[in-house]
C-alpha cells in the first residue's frame, strides 16, 4: 500500500513487517491521521483502492498438502520400505503368498493411517471460518454492512453487543464497551474498554484495553474503532503464521519404529548371509542355500509390526472414544504414555470457565457459597454451617442489590444446563442470588428500574435506580474503595450504623484478603430515598451492603486427576493469559505448584534469554500472562529437556504450541476450530481427567507392542539358533523355506494380534514415564528374549535329534521339528502376556484374553491342515505325524512356560518380593 505523505504504512493481509506505530501508545485523533482516516471513514473509492492493493481482509493460506502425497507419506520409513523391499524379493523367488500377504497387511496399516490423518492440517482453514463474516462500516459519513474480507486498513468500524469484531482497530469512542478476548488472551473476565492511549510498547493484548482484535467478540455496550490491521497483519494472522512456522514433532514411537526397522532390516541380512554360507560350507546346493537364506530374511523382518502397531492404536482410540476422548492420529494414543508434562491452560480446563460467587462478607461475618458455575444450585455456610440467607437481612439486602444492579440474564439452556446472557462477572451476582431464592423476574416487577449510571473504567462503579410506588431504591455495585467512599453507613445486625474511618480501614483490608485468594471483590450499597434532585445526589450517603468475591472455581474432577499424574511421574504446568495473583492461588488449590517451585509472568519471559528459560522452566510451575509466542518458547525449553510433551487448550492462542508439543489436547466443547484442528486428541467432555484415562490406555499400549516384539524376536532367536545349531552340527536341514515362510506368516499375523488386545496390567500408573530415548526393549525384555529364545530352540533341536538317533524318516523328524517350533512359539503366547508378572498365578490368569486362544486354536488348525491334508503336506513338505508323538511334542513345549514363570519369580525375588513393575510406558 502507498502511504500518503506523512502517513506510516500499516500491516496488511501479507503480514510484512512495515514502520508504523504502537498502535495502543497513541491518541485516537493520531492514529485516524496515522491511516489516512478520519471520523467519517474512507470514502467508497478509497477504499476500494486500498482493497485492490492490499488485498482482501484474510488470513494467507499456505500451499496445502495434496492427498496423494499425504497418503504416499504413510509409506515413508525405512521399516515400511524395507517390507516393500522383502515383498519384491518373495515374489522374485516365487513365493507370491508370502509377498501378498506382505503388501496386503503394510497396504491396509497406510489406509487406516491416512484416514486418520486425512484432516490433521485444516488449522488454518478453521480460523478462516472463525473469522467475521460481515461488519458495520462507516464509510463517508455513512454506516453500511459489508463482507469482512473487504474490510480495509483506515476503515471506521462500529461496534455493538454480539458483533464479532472483523479486524485489528483502535479504539476512538467506547462507551460502555466490553469484549470477550478469551479466544487470544486466555482470560475468562470481559476486558473493559477505553480510548485513551497506554504506556508500554510491549504490554500483552489483555493491557492494551483501547485496542480491539480480530476473532473476538462484543459482550455489552457498542465502540467506534479505526482498523489497523488486517488479514495477515492481525493477531490472528500472526499466530496463523506460528501455525505454518511450527514444525511438528516426530512421536517417540515412529522414532523407535523407524530404528528398529533399520536394525531388523540390518540383521535380517547379515544372518541370512551367514547362514547361507554356512550351508554351503556342510555342502548344501548354492541355489537351495539362496532359496533358505531369503527365507530366513523375510522370517526375521517383522511385516506385521505395522499392523500390529496400527491395530493395537486402532483399538485404543475406540476405548477411548467411550471414555470421551477423540483421537486424531493414531500415535497420540502411544504418545500420551510416555507423556512427562502437561501444559494446561486455566480458564476452561483445569476451571469451568463459569464466574461463580464463592464468598461473601456482610456486618464482618463471612458467608460461603457453594456449587459452581451457572447452576442456581447451591448453600450459604457460616462457620461451616448452613444457614436460609433469606432470613438473614444483611445476606438478603446484599443480594437484591446484586441481583437489581445487573444487566445479565440466566436462562436454562437444556434439562440440568444453564447459561448467562451479558456480562459472566454480571451472572455471577444473579446466580447466588437465585440460589438463595430470589427470582430475578419477580424483582424486576417489584423494583423496575428508572434510571441507571453505567459503569466506566474511570467511575469503576454502576449505579441502577428503581421505584417501588413509594420512593426509590439505589443500587451500587463496583471497587471496594470507590463504593465505600459513597457510603456514610453500613447495614448490619442491629441495622444500619454510621460507617467510620477505622471500620471503612477493615472492610478494604477484608476486600485485600479476599483478593489474595484469587477472587474478584466487589462492593454493594444501596439506599432508600425520595427521587434525588440530580444525578450527583443519587451515589451519595449510601448503605453499604457488603463485598462479594467471585471466581472461575476449578474443575471438582481437576483435584483426582493431578494427584493421579503426580503419582504417574507427570508434571502438570499451568500456562495462562490470566494475572499471576490469580493463576498462583488457583495453582496452590489444585496443587500444582510445588513446594519450592516458583511462577513467571509474560514480561518475565521478554527478559529471558532462550538458555534463561531452559533452565528456568525445571522449577517453574505457573506461566502467567502468556503470549502465543511465550507459549511456543515454553513448550519448546520443555522438549529441549528431553520431556515428552502435551500440550492442553481450547483458545486460538493455543493452536501453535498444541501442533509444536508432542501431543496437542485440544477442548471439544468450549474449544476453537482452530485449537482442535491443530490437536492430536481432542477431549469431548472438556474434563482434565480425561488425560489421565488416556495416559493409561498410551501406557498399556506400549507394554503391547512391547509383549509383541518380544514374542517375536525371542520366536525368532529360537528359530534362527536351532538352525545355526543343527547346521554346525551337520544335521539334515530341519526347516524347508516354504515352512519358515509359513511359521513366520502366522505367527507374526494372528499371534501377535492378539497379544495387541492384552488389557493394562495392574500398577502401570505408578511409575514414572518412560524416557524418550528409550527404545522398545529395555533390560528386562532383552533377557526375556535371550532366556526364552534359548530355550524355543533347545524344544524343537531336541524333539529332532532324538528323531534322528530313532532313525525315524528324515521327513518325519523335520515334521516333528516343525510342529515342535510351532508349539513352543504358541506357548511363548501366553508366556508374553505379562513380561514381569505370573500368567498362571497373576492378574493375566484372572482376565483371560479370548482373542489370543482364539488365535491359538486356529493356528493349531492351519498348521494340523499343513501336515495331515494330503495335497497340503506335499507342498509343505511335512509328513501325517502320530497322534502320540503330536501329544508329547506339545506337552515338552510346555517347557517354554516353566522357563518363562521361572524368570519372573528369579526376578521378583531379585527385587526383594514386591510387586515388580510393568516393563513399559
Request: hydrophobic content about 45%; glycine content about 10%; charged content about 20%.
Amino acid at each position: 500500500m502507498t502511504a500518503a505523505p506523512g502517513v506510516a504504512q500499516i500491516g496488511t493481509r501479507e503480514g510484512t513487517q512495515r514502520t508504523g506505530p504502537v498502535w495502543h501508545t497513541v491518541t485516537a485523533d493520531d492514529a485516524l491521521m496515522r491511516v489516512g482516516s478520519g471520523a467519517d471513514g474512507l470514502h467508497p473509492d478509497e477504499a476500494a483502492r486500498r482493497l485492490a492493493t492490499d488485498g482482501p481482509n484474510e488470513l494467507p493460506r499456505s500451499k496445502q498438502e495434496s492427498v496423494v502425497v499425504l497418503f504416499l507419506r504413510q509409506f515413508a520409513s525405512i521399516l515400511i520400505l524395507t517390507l516393500f523391499a522383502a515383498a519384491g524379493i518373495s515374489a522374485f523367488m516365487g513365493e507370491w503368498i508370502e509377498a501378498i500377504a506382505i503388501l496386503v497387511i503394510v497396504v491396509l496399516a497406510g489406509i487406516v493411517g491416512f484416514i486418520q490423518e486425512y484432516q490433521a492440517e485444516r488449522a488454518l482453514e478453521a480460523l478462516q471460518r472463525l473469522a467475521a463474516p460481515n461488519a458495520t462500516v462507516r464509510r463517508d459519513g455513512t454506516d453500511r454492512i459489508v463482507p469482512a474480507r473487504e474490510i480495509v486498513p483506515g476503515d471506521v468500524i462500529v461496534l455493538k453487543t454480539g458483533d464479532a469484531i472483523p479486524a485489528d482497530a483502535r479504539i476512538i469512542d467506547a462507551p460502555h464497551l466490553e469484549v470477550d478476548e478469551s479466544t487470544l488472551t486466555g482470560e475468562s473476565l470481559a476486558t473493559r474498554k477505553t480510548t485513551m492511549p497506554i504506556e508500554g510498547d510491549h504490554l500483552p493484548l489483555g493491557d492494551r484495553t483501547n485496542m480491539v482484535y480480530s476473532g473476538t467478540s462484543v459482550v455489552q455496550g457498542r465502540g467506534i474503532a479505526v482498523v489497523v490491521g488486517t488479514g495477515g497483519a492481525t493477531e490472528f494472522g500472526r499466530i496463523a503464521a506460528l501455525l505454518q512456522g511450527t514444525a511438528e514433532t516426530r512421536t517417540p514411537l515412529q522414532v523407535v519404529l523407524d530404528k528398529l526397522g533399520r536394525t531388523l532390516g540390518i540383521v535380517s541380512f547379515v544372518l541370512a548371509a551367514a547362514m547361507s554360507g554356512l550351508g554351503l560350507l556342510q555342502g548344501y546346493p548354492l541355489l537351495q542355500m539362496f532359496i533358505w537364506g531369503v527365507a530366513i530374511a523375510v522370517a526375521v523382518i517383522p511385516e506385521a509390526l505395522p499392523a500390529v502397531v496400527t491395530i493395537t492404536l486402532a483399538l485404543g482410540v475406540r476405548r477411548m472414544a467411550t471414555r470421551h476422548a477423540l483421537i486424531r492420529k493414531l500415535p497420540a494414543v502411544e504418545t500420551l504414555g510416555a507423556t512427562s508434562i502437561i501444559c494446561s491452560d486455566k480458564t476452561g480446563t483445569l476451571t469451568q470457565n463459569e464466574m461463580t460467587v464463592r464468598r461473601m462478607a456482610s456486618d464482618g461475618v463471612q458467608y460461603e457459597i457453594t456449587g459452581a458455575g451457572f447452576a442456581p444450585t447451591g448453600s450459604f455456610l457460616t462457620g461451616g454451617k448452613a444457614i436460609t440467607p433469606l432470613t438473614e437481612p444483611v445476606v438478603r439486602h446484599a443480594l437484591v442489590t446484586g441481583m437489581l444492579c445487573n444487566d445479565a440474564l440466566l436462562r436454562e439452556s437444556a434439562p440440568g444446563g444453564w447459561v448467562i446472557i451479558g456480562d459472566p462477572t454480571e451472572g455471577a451476582l444473579v446466580v447466588a442470588a437465585a440460589k438463595a431464592g430470589l427470582d430475578h423476574a419477580v424483582l424486576l416487577q417489584e423494583y423496575p428500574r428508572i434510571d441507571e449510571i453505567p459503569f466506566t473504567s474511570e467511575r469503576k462503579c454502576m449505579t441502577t435506580v428503581h421505584t417501588d410506588g413509594q420512593g426509590v431504591l439505589v443500587c451500587t455495585k463496583g471497587a471496594p474503595e470507590v463504593v465505600l467512599a459513597m457510603c456514610s453507613r453500613e447495614h448490619t445486625h442491629a441495622g444500619d450504623v454510621a460507617l467510620a474511618g477505622a471500620r471503612v480501614d477493615q472492610i478494604l483490608q477484608q476486600a485485600r484478603d479476599m483478593a489474595q485468594d484469587a477472587l474478584r471483590v466487589l462492593a454493594l450499597a444501596y439506599k432508600r430515598s425520595a427521587p434525588p434532585g440530580s444525578r450527583a445526589e443519587v451515589e451519595e450517603a449510601l448503605v453499604f451492603a457488603g463485598l462479594v468475591g467471585i471466581q472461575d472455581p476449578p474443575r471438582r474432577e481437576v483435584f483426582d486427576a493431578i494427584r493421579t499424574c503426580t503419582q504417574a511421574g507427570i508434571r502438570p504446568v499451568m500456562i495462562t493469559g490470566d494475572h499471576l495473583v490469580t493463576a498462583l492461588a488457583v495453582g496452590r488449590e489444585l496443587g500444582i505448584l510445588r513446594e519450592g517451585a516458583g511462577a513467571l509472568a509474560g514480561v518475565d519471559l521478554d527478559t529471558m534469554s532462550d538458555e534463561q528459560l531452559a533452565a528456568a522452566v525445571t522449577t517453574t510451575d505457573i506461566f502467567a500472562r502468556i503470549s502465543p509466542e511465550h507459549k511456543l518458547r515454553i513448550v519448546n525449553a520443555f522438549l529441549g529437556h528431553g520431556e515428552v510433551v502435551a500440550m492442553t487448550g481450547d483458545g486460538v492462542n493455543d493452536a501453535p504450541s498444541l501442533k509444536r508439543a508432542d501431543i496437542g489436547v485440544a477442548m471439544g466443547i468450549t474449544g476453537t476450530d482452530v485449537s482442535k484442528e491443530a490437536s492430536d486428541m481432542i477431549l469431548t467432555d472438556d474434563n482434565f481427567a480425561t488425560i489421565v484415562e488416556a495416559v493409561r490406555e498410551g501406557r498399556s499400549i506400549f507394554q503391547n507392542i512391547r509383549k509383541y516384539l518380544v514374542f517375536l524376536l525371542s520366536g525368532n532367536l529360537g528359530t534362527v539358533l536351532a538352525l545355526v545349531i543343527a547346521l554346525l552340527a551337520g544335521m539334515p536341514l530341519p526347516l524347508a523355506a516354504v515352512q519358515v515362510l509359513f511359521i513366520n506368516f502366522i505367527m507374526d499375523g494372528l499371534i501377535a494380534i492378539a497379544l495387541g488386545v492384552e488389557p493394562p496390567e495392574s500398577g502401570i500408573m505408578r511409575h514414572r514415564p518412560r524416557h524418550r530415548t528409550e527404545g522398545m526393549l529395555d533390560a528386562k525384555a532383552f533377557s526375556m528374549i535371550g532366556v526364552i529364545g534359548v530355550v524355543i530352540g533347545l524344544v524343537p533341536l531336541g524333539v529332532y535329534k532324538v528323531a534322528l538317533d530313532q532313525q525315524m524318516p528324515v521327513l518325519y523328524a523335520m515334521t516333528l521339528f516343525y510342529w515342535a517350533l510351532i508349539a513352543s512359539r504358541l506357548v511363548n503366547g501366553v508366556n508374553c502376556r505379562s513380561l514381569t508378572d505370573s500368567v498362571v498365578r497373576g492378574r493375566a490368569s484372572r482376565h483371560p484374553n479370548p482373542v489370543l486362544y482364539i488365535s491359538m486354536a486356529i493356528t493349531v488348525v492351519l498348521t494340523g491342515l499343513t501336515i495331515y491334508v494330503p495335497g497340503l503336506n506335499a507342498v509343505f513338505m511335512t509328513t501325517p505325524l502320530a497322534p502320540a508323538h503330536a501329544a508329547i511334542v506339545l506337552g515338552v513345549a510346555f517347557l517354554v512356560l516353566i522357563a518363562g514363570e521361572a524368570l519372573k519369580m528369579v526376578r521378583k525375588h531379585a527385587a526383594g518380593g514386591g510387586v515388580p513393575v510393568p516393563a513399559g510406558g
